[in-house]
T-cell receptor, first 114, second 112 residues
């Protein structure tokens, strides 16, 4: 157990639908990052939050949004889902913001869009 | 744009052979981090190197950060089947620590 909790572990949904992925960071970590990993692909950075505020954006589609709540958990909302959105979505956390600290990853949510 | 290249993309070795993966950045990095992702698993942080020319060891793993802080390597001595997985390097661009720039990873397969 890495200390980063992601739910659900698996999600199967139809095209056009909307889903919400949830992440609880490791205790004491203020930053949350969201990554997308497609089959046999690298990690695509989506977005970062630090202590409730958006800190950095990556290749996040307009159909996707995220937020970090006062208790530091984060949610990633994916809407108008397309087949190509099928992927593993990882949440990671770190004690500080940005790239100065190692990231702790959750076990991921596997999203399948059918 | 900023890029971190990792070579090779794939590597097959016999158990007991050595393995090295290289990470090359187009820009100077503040630090370099290495992660390992087992098949079906999530990335796990291995180590962070910060200083120019730094070398760190973890048992059979040796990590190096280049003098110019643009390249790094991970060397595994006498591979074991437990070393199977994808090794990623990542680092923030010097002067802009907000994002990690990730390599695409090197997938290691070890034949017993």
């Amino acid at each position: 157990d890495s200390g980063v909790t992601q739910t659900p572990k698996h999600l199967i949904t139809a095209t056009g639908q909307r889903v919400t992925l949830r992440c609880s960071p490791r205790s004491g970590d203020l930053s949350v990052y969201w990554y997308q990993q497609s089959l046999d692909q690298g990690l695509q950075f989506l977005i970062q939050y630090y202590n409730g505020e958006e800190r950095a954006k990556g290749n996040i589609l307009e159909r996707f949004s995220a937020q970090q709540f006062p208790d530091l958990h984060s949610e990633l909302n994916l809407s108008s889902l397309e087949l190509g959105d099928s992927a593993l979505y990882f949440c990671a956390s770190s004690v500080g913001g940005g790239g100065n600290y190692g990231y702790t990853f959750g076990s991921g949510t596997r999203l399948t869009v059918v | 744009g900023q890029q971190v290249m990792q070579i090779p993309q794939y590597q097959h070795v016999q158990e007991g052979e050595d393995f090295t993966t290289y990470c090359n950045s187009s820009t100077t990095l503040s630090n370099i981090q290495w992660y390992k992702q087992r098949p079906g698993g999530h990335p796990v942080f291995l180590i962070q190197l910060v200083k120019s020319g730094e070398v760190k060891k973890q048992k059979r793993l040796t990590f190096q950060f280049g003098e110019a802080k643009k390249n790094s390597s991970l060397h595994i001595t006498a591979t074991q089947t437990t070393d199977v997985g994808t090794y990623f390097c990542a680092g923030p661009r010097a002067g802009n620590n907000r994002k990690l720039i990730w390599g695409l990873g090197t997938s290691l397969a070890v034949n017993p």
